[in-house]
């Protein structure tokens, strides 16, 4: 990681490491299991895999449409209208989230970081807060797809590239 010279390179560096993160766990968990869903336990109206997938791709659009002062998808609780269902389509939407969501952060400076953000996704906020929330959401998420690939045996990317050490 660089010195941010920015406030968007404040926020930026910490949601791509996010978006890093899960797409990792997007892309670990086989295809057929996008449809699992925890069972043992209380785990009653859960997403399956693939809808906590969609699930943070809509929300992605809906906190930089409203960043952007557009109206946001209405539907995110639900994965939103987008027709992906598939890995390969669930994951383009996802990249497309957050390559949309980056260009917008690009936009926050020190002028414009306080403006007001209205809309059904965290606000009423400010541009920086609904892009910190935008983090913090990815990252909730990750946390608990993390939970789905270890209940499939699958160890996350990012352990395997950092696994704890025994001293």
């Not at 791709?57 to 952007?68: D, G, K, M, R, Y």
Request: net charge neutral.
């Amino acid at each position: 990681m660089t010195f941010p010279k920015s406030i968007a390179d404040s926020v930026s560096e910490t949601l791509q490491f996010a978006e890093g993160n899960f797409l990792g766990v997007a892309e670990a968990m086989p295809e057929n299991k996008y449809s699992f869903v925890p069972t043992d336990g209380k785990f009653d109206d859960v997403r399956s895999f693939g809808e906590q997938v969609k699930h943070v791709a809509c929300n992605q659009f809906a906190f930089f449409n409203e960043f952007e002062g557009k109206k946001p998808p209405e539907d995110c609780e639900k994965g939103g209208h987008e027709p992906a269902k598939t890995k390969p389509e669930l994951i383009k939407y996802l990249r497309d989230s957050f390559d949309y969501s980056n260009r917008v952060l690009a936009t926050l400076t020190a002028k414009n970081a306080l403006e007001r953000v209205q809309g059904r996704y965290a606000a009423p906020n400010t541009k920086l807060g609904i892009s910190v929330v935008a983090v913090w959401h990815i990252t909730d998420h990750y946390g608990q797809l993390v939970e789905y690939l270890r209940m499939n045996g699958i160890v996350p990317p990012m352990t395997q590239k950092h696994p704890l050490r025994v001293r």
